[in-house]
C-alpha cells in the first residue's frame, strides 16, 4: 500500500445464533457498523461489492441498503471472493472511478440447512471433487502464486509479518497456507506450527478470532478476516491483542484450493 487507499471502517453483524434475522438484515447491520465506525453515511458510498445473495446480488442488496453506487463489483469465488474485491476496489479508487466502496456479506445458510429450507450440494467426477481432478500437485496451495505476488508489490517478507489470518476451510488449509506464502519450506509446516505457533503470544499468531470453527462460518468467511486483521492493526482485539501488530497478512482460499487472494494490511 502506497497510503492512497486506507480501510477506514470494519464491522461485524450479529453472529452465531441469529434464527430471527433474513440474509438482507444482516448486510443491513453489517454494514450501518461499518459506516458508523468509518465515520461515514451511505450518502458517501459511490463503490459496492457484495455476492451470494439474490439473482443480482449487488444491485438487490444496495437497493436494500438505500445506496446508488457508480461502481459495481459481484466476484464469486468462495472463500477468497473477499480479498479478490478488495484488491478491486483499491485498483477502482487509485484510477479515480470510486472514493469510497462498502463490502458487505450476509448468510443465513448454516441455519436454513439446519431448518431444512435448503440442500448442501456437492457436484463429483470420478475422482473425487471436479475441482481436485485439476489439481497438480496436493501439497502445493495456489496461494504459493498470490503470495508471491501481494509480497513483491508491498515490498515486505513474510518476516516482516507480525499476525495472519488465514481460511481454514479443511484441516489442511492453514498449513497448506503457511508453506505457500514462505513462512516455512514446504513439508516444514507441521513443524513451524509445533509449540504453539498460531497463538497469541506464539511467534505467529494466526485465526486470532478462533477461526472459522470457533468463530463463525456462515459460508465465505473471508471477509471475516479482513475485519479480525484491521481490528489487531488498530488495536481493538480485546482479550486476543497482539501487542505493537504493525503488518497483517490476510489469506482466503476459495472453493477446494480453487482459488486464492492474498493482501498485506499495514499501519500508515
Not at 19 to 32: E, G, R, V
Not at 142 to 166: N, Y
Request: hydrophobic share 40%; net charge negative.
Amino acid at each position: 500500500m502506497t497510503g492512497q487507499v486506507a480501510v477506514v471502517g470494519a464491522a461485524l453483524s450479529d453472529c452465531g445464533r441469529v434464527d430471527a434475522a433474513t440474509p438482507f438484515a444482516l448486510h443491513y447491520q453489517a454494514a450501518s457498523r461499518a459506516l458508523a465506525d468509518a465515520g461515514l453515511t451511505h450518502a458517501d458510498v459511490d463503490g459496492f461489492g457484495s455476492t451470494g445473495l439474490g439473482v443480482l446480488a449487488p444491485v438487490e442488496v444496495a437497493e436494500y441498503l438505500g445506496l446508488r453506487p457508480t461502481w459495481m463489483d459481484s466476484t464469486s469465488v468462495g472463500g477468497s471472493t473477499w480479498e479478490v474485491m478488495l484488491e478491486h476496489a483499491v485498483d477502482a479508487i487509485r484510477a479515480g472511478t470510486a472514493r469510497t466502496v462498502l463490502l458487505v456479506y450476509g448468510s443465513t445458510t448454516r441455519a436454513d440447512l439446519k431448518k431444512r429450507l435448503r440442500t448442501a450440494n456437492l457436484s463429483l467426477s470420478s475422482r473425487g471433487p471436479s475441482q481436485f481432478g485439476e489439481w497438480e500437485d496436493f501439497t502445493v496451495s495456489p496461494a504459493a502464486v498470490s503470495g508471491q505476488l501481494a509480497f513483491e508489490r508491498a515490498g515486505l517478507t513474510p518476516a516482516d509479518v507480525d499476525v495472519c489470518q488465514f481460511y481454514d476451510s479443511f484441516t489442511s488449509t492453514v498449513l497448506l497456507t503457511f508453506e505457500a506464502l514462505g513462512f516455512c519450506g514446504r513439508g516444514e509446516g507441521g513443524a513451524y506450527l509445533e509449540g504453539g505457533t498460531m497463538r497469541v503470544g506464539g511467534r505467529m499468531p494466526t485465526n486470532t478470532d478462533g477461526g472459522g470453527l470457533s468463530s463463525c462460518h456462515p459460508g465465505m468467511r473471508g471477509i471475516f478476516l479482513l475485519v479480525e486483521a484491521v481490528r489487531q492493526l488498530r488495536g481493538q482485539a480485546a482479550g486476543r491483542q497482539v501487542p505493537d501488530a504493525k503488518v497483517a497478512c490476510v489469506n482466503g482460499t476459495g472453493g477446494w484450493f480453487s482459488s486464492t487472494s492474498t493482501v498485506l494490511l499495514g499501519v500508515h
